[in-house]
């Protein structure tokens, strides 16, 4: 059973950094694309960063120049650097990724539980 397990979160001042992990298990067969969207109480949840390859990347407008979406070490993680961190950054993030789950099954979404972030002004 496939799983997005995130790690990394919590509490920061504002200009620090802190690095979110997301780790896809139950071996998927095929991981499309996985990232990060965050949500902030009362808003809409918003695209943080996104990973389709190593080389195809998308940030949302707000996070631009100041995180960075990478792989791990462990093919199936995947990295949220956070930089120069700001209050309105504030909010849980979300692992997401499109997967195969298996060679005999489609594409799939899949979440995962959020972990929270909250940077002190």
Do not use: H
């Not at 780790?23 to 949840?45: T, V």
């Not at 695209?47 to 996070?63: F, H, I, P």
């Not at 120069?84 to 799939?108: F, G, I, Q």
């Amino acid at each position: 059973q496939v799983q997005l397990v995130e790690s990394g979160g919590g509490l920061v001042q504002a200009g620090g950094s802190l690095r979110l992990s997301c780790a896809a298990s139950g071996n998927p067969f095929r991981i499309n694309a996985i990232g990060w969207y965050r949500q902030a109480p009362g808003k809409e949840r918003e695209l943080v960063a996104m990973l389709s390859s190593e080389s195809n990347t998308n940030y949302g407008d707000s996070v631009k120049g100041r995180f960075t979406i990478s792989r791990d070490n462990a093919k199936n993680t995947v990295i949220l650097q956070m930089n120069s961190l700001k209050p309105e950054d504030t909010a849980v993030y979300y692992c997401m990724s499109n997967l195969v789950p298996s060679r005999w099954t489609m594409p799939a979404a899949y979440w995962g539980q959020g972990t929270q972030v909250t940077v002190s002004s």
